[in-house]
């Protein structure tokens, strides 16, 4: 995308052609530092994944972004307005989708719909079309008037979003848009959110789910420990990790523990009864793992040697940070 240049001698600076921009973005709990010095640039019509664990830190991100609490430090500017000086036109600029539904269940759909028209001070006949458009595009016209408290989980994440889309704003923030919905519905709102942004509206989202980034978003940061561990494509990210890994799966738990011990340098999933191991790929090192099992008579149920994905690289940055150190021990 080409820098916009001012001909008034404006700074053209990269601020001012991004739809969201932080730099410094700091944010502490008491004594908790949430959100460490963050720099992000997300330029307009573009898809942008703040990806990271629970308690990483995104819907903190999301609520100062969008004026709902305040920064410790940091200068942000959204739709070109400065957080600090101007969150009126912030406001105006944008429409946040939280991380738990805006929806009022005691309400019809299109009460809610109409509700929303009402705080964006829309005239009433104006209301009632954004309000019905809104609700044929989500495939909610024929349950709106009905109480919302009889709508399945992906039919309020998507009144959820038809009430976001109300004002028409160019910039949304979606904290963990699918979280909890089947794939069906998932897929639906994917569907949605490209909608969105093919219609050129800038997209914040958050999510845990890496496929999601992968399907969704231009460019992903990678939140840890306060900080961006990785911003990049999706394929950018996946080269800054120079293997797979190999999975093992178990149905025995007694297995699966011995095999945990057995290997140390592993990621488990107690719940999946799987081991992941990180691994170049080499034939060397799947061969120094099976050597170990079969030496204390452990058989896995499941083994499959994965390239590097969008998965690799979250355990890579999300991880514990002695794993690196512990692989080469173990290789020695
Ligand atoms: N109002 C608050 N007071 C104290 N701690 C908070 C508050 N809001 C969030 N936190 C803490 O900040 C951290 C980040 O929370 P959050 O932004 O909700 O993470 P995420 O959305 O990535 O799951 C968590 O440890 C959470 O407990
Ligand atoms: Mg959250």
């Known amino acids: 995308m080409p820098t916009p240049r001012q001909s008034d001698g404006q700074p053209s600076s990269a601020t001012l052609s991004a739809a969201i921009s932080a730099v410094g973005l700091r944010k502490s709990y008491g004594d908790k530092t949430v959100l460490d010095g963050i720099d992000l640039r997300i330029p307009a019509g573009s898809v942008f994944a703040l990806l990271g664990p629970n308690g990483a830190g995104k819907t903190t991100a999301v609520k100062i972004l969008s004026t709902l609490i305040g920064a410790d430090a940091g200068t942000l500017h959204v739709g070109g307005h400065d957080l600090a000086t101007d969150p009126q036109a912030v406001r105006a600029a944008i429409g946040v989708t939280g991380q738990f539904s805006a929806v009022d269940n005691l309400i019809t759909g299109e009460e809610n719909m109409l509700l929303m028209a009402d705080l964006h001070h829309l005239p009433k006949q104006e209301g009632r079309l954004a309000a019905a458009e809104l609700l044929e595009r989500f495939d909610l016209t024929e349950a709106a008037k009905k109480p919302a408290s009889t709508y399945s989980g992906g039919m309020k994440r998507r009144l959820d979003l038809a009430m976001t889309l109300v004002g028409n704003p160019r910039i949304i923030f979606l904290d963990e848009p699918t979280t909890g919905l089947d794939p069906r519905s998932r897929h639906t709102m994917w569907g949605i959110i490209r909608g969105l942004v093919s219609g050129g509206v800038t997209v914040f989202l ?33 080269r800054l990790i120079p293997g797979g890994h190999i999975r093992l799966r178990f149905t025995d738990p007694a297995a699966y523990k011995s095999a945990a011990s057995a290997l140390r340098e592993v990621t ?8 992941q191991i990180r691994s170049d790929g080499s034939q060397r090192k799947l061969r120094s793992i099976l050597d170990r099992l079969d030496s204390e008579g452990i058989e896995a149920d499941e ?30």
């Not at 460019?219 to 996946?238: Q, S």
């Open 206 to 238: 958050t999510t845990q789910y890496l496929e999601e980034a992968d399907e969704l978003a231009d460019r992903i940061a990678v939140l840890n420990d306060g900080r961006i561990a990785a911003e990049g494509t999706a394929d950018e990210l996946k």
């Open 268 to 275: 488990t999933d107690d719940e999946a009864l799987a081991l």
């Open 303 to 332: 083994l499959t040697v994965h390239t590097p994905d969008l998965d690799d690289v979250f355990f890579a940055l999300t991880g514990p940070a002695d794993i690196p150190n512990k692989t080469k021990e173990n290789v020695r």
